[in-house]
Nanobody
Framework: QVQLVESGGRLVQAGGSLRLSCAAS????????MGWFRQAPGKEREFVSA??????NYTDSVKGRFAISRDNAKNTVYLQMNSLKPEDTALYSC?????????????????WGQGTQVTVSS
């Protein structure tokens, strides 16, 4: 089993920055592709970013503003979010996919966290 715990979400003004963290425990972290997803009220969950051994990937709406990184020694993946907009408001969740490349589909991941709330005020 793998446990994922997100942190770092809070209320921030538009134009501000946040860094989300997702700490993993339970299995060898470096074997996982890690993804970030978000879900706003009344909307479907959407892919935000992911990182695997080949590199990182982003949805178009966050390219140039968000950056994903990982620290395998700390079993943690980060999402640095800059130039935040009100439309970035959502519950952000991380997910882990074992021994496979990243995917943009939530259902392709093996483990999921509970999420951390990001609220961007205008």
């Amino acid at each position: 089993q793998v446990q994922l715990v997100e942190s770092g979400g809070r209320l921030v003004q538009a134009g501000g920055s946040l860094r989300l963290s997702c700490a993993a425990s339970g299995r060898t972290f470096s074997n996982f592709a890690m993804g970030w997803f978000r879900q706003a009220p009344g909307k479907e969950r959407e892919f935000v970013s992911a990182i695997d051994w080949s590199g990182s990937n982003y949805t178009d709406s966050v390219k140039g503003r968000f950056a994903i990184s990982r620290d395998n020694a700390k079993n943690t993946v980060y999402l640095q979010m800059n130039s935040l907009k009100p439309e970035d408001t959502a519950l952000y969740s991380c997910a882990a996919r074992l021994a496979a490349p990243y995917s943009r589909r939530w259902g392709d991941y093996n483990y999921w966290g509970q999420g951390t709330q990001v609220t961007v005020s205008s």
